[in-house]
């Protein structure tokens, strides 16, 4: 799957540009998934994960996505706080880009370079994936240079993520998550969904953890 390919997928027949409202980042329906079939296995990556309670707390986001920076600001010290450290939840992180920013699936491409040059596996399927992330959102040029420098940050040599930028490497798994996102109802970004509900609203802290507490 090439990025024309994937951008029309994602905004098929819309013609109207995506808005970013108080509630997140919108994206219009888009049509199924057609080349989703294509993906081949060995290029998936496992799901960045943080804690390991039985409580599941799934975020889609665009890393582009003002909506979802708020959210990382102000309602996931929260959830790292009282929920991640202590293993009472498992926050997992999936990519649905929206087109909130014209760089928003290089962003998600270049975060999944960084996992896949540090993860181990089972054992760590992470790697330094959640540092570059909060690397990339705190920066304010996303242009494919700053994206591979912005490598060096967490000790990958910036060559990874050109690599991937360059060929579109982790696309498959940037699908994937959206099919997984859509199955699920999720619409916009940043849609929180806790043991299967989505959460009304996912930039309202109260709101989130009272969805954890109910769980």
Known sequence: MNRRSFLTTVAAGTGTALTVSLAGCNALQSSALEDLDEVQPDRQLPVPTLGDGDVTVDV???????????????????LAEEYIES????????????????ESVGMAN?????????????????GQ??????AV???????????????????????????????????????????RGEEAGVEGTPTV???????????????VVSSIESA
């Open 129 to 134: 994936f959640f540092g570059y992330k909060s």
């Open 110 to 126: 270049a975060a999944r370079a960084v996992q896949s040059e540090t993860h181990d596996g089972e054992d760590d399927p992470n």
């Open 87 to 102: 293993d009472e939840i498992s926050y997992r992180h999936y990519d649905f880009p929206v087109g909130a920013a014209d």
């Open 60 to 78: 889609y986001e665009d890393l582009g996505c003002p909506a979802c920076h708020q959210f990382q600001a102000e309602v996931f010290p929260v």
């Open 193 to 207: 969904i806790v043991d299967g509900t989505i959460v009304d609203d996912p930039l309202d802290s109260d709101a």
């Open 137 to 179: 959102i705190a920066s304010d040029d996303w242009s494919d240079d700053a994206l591979a420098e912005l490598a060096g940050v967490v000790d990958v040599d910036p060559d990874v993520v050109s690599s991937a930028l360059e060929d579109e490497t982790y696309y498959p798994t940037i699908v994937a998550d959206r099919e």
